[in-house]
């Protein structure tokens, strides 16, 4: 069965500093790898998708990595803000369904 | 932007007794998931649905859990008789194509007592 692990539990920040999230997996049969944001109480929005054959994906001050053999994926933010404060998830993706990690809490001190 | 609705936000109910949650995908999407997520845990897969039928399931899908979907709109999360460790957060999301960007709904908080 397919684990994912984030490491770190949790981050704290100041603003302006560049910061790196850390996601691995157990199988490397995956089909995507999604990175999403959840704040307290509230959904899932989606940030990042890379399919199993890209390597990274960037959407303005985010960049999503692959590396399929090894594993792993990360998580770049640029420029952090406070409003990038949240829990982030990263979900592999059989083609089915995701399995979750456990999330980073991201605190992004002003 | 088009978004996936879920209601109730909130649902409280007896142990025992069956809920039905609620769900409309975005509209020109064809695969429909349920998750769940239990305060403090990570969030788990359910179910997919496509072409009205059901793709994958975990084990976490037995037999008192249910998904439909009723019409063109909704796709619905029936849990026949619910019991404590059923308290979680469900999640509803859709995609265009298997494989896909998975949209989510904001959550329905169900709270069994």
């Known amino acids: 069965k397919q684990e994912v692990t984030q490491i770190p539990a949790a981050l704290s920040v100041p603003e302006g500093e560049n910061l790196v999230l850390n996601c691995s997996f157990t199988?490397?049969?995956?089909?995507?790898l999604q990175w999403f944001r959840q704040d307290p109480g509230k959904g899932l929005t989606s940030l990042l998708l890379i399919q199993s054959s890209q390597r990274e994906q960037t959407s303005g001050r985010l960049n999503a990595s692959l590396d399929k053999s090894s594993g792993r994926s990360t998580l770049y933010i640029a420029a952090s803000q406070p409003g990038d404060s949240a829990t982030y998830l990263c979900a592999v993706g059989t083609g089915n369904q995701f399995y979750f990690g456990t999330g980073t809490s991201l605190t992004v001190i002003p | 932007e088009p978004e996936v609705t879920q209601t109730p936000s909130h649902q409280v109910t007896q142990m025992g007794q069956e809920v039905i949650l609620r769900c409309v995908p975005i509209?020109?999407?064809?695969?429909f998931y349920w998750y769940r997520q239990i305060l403090g845990q990570k969030v788990e897969f359910l179910v997919s649905f496509y072409n009205n039928e059901i793709s994958e399931k975990s084990e976490i899908f037995d037999d008192q859990f249910s998904v439909e979907r009723p019409d063109g709109s909704n796709f619905t999360l029936k849990i026949r008789s619910t019991k404590l460790e059923d308290s979680a957060m469900y999640f509803c999301?859709?995609?265009?194509?298997?494989?896909?960007?998975?949209?989510f709904g904001a959550g329905t908080r169900l709270s069994v007592l």
């Open positions: 999301a859709s995609s265009g194509a298997g494989g896909n960007i998975q949209y």
């Open positions: 199988d490397s049969a995956i089909y995507n």
């Open positions: 509209s020109n999407h064809l695969y």
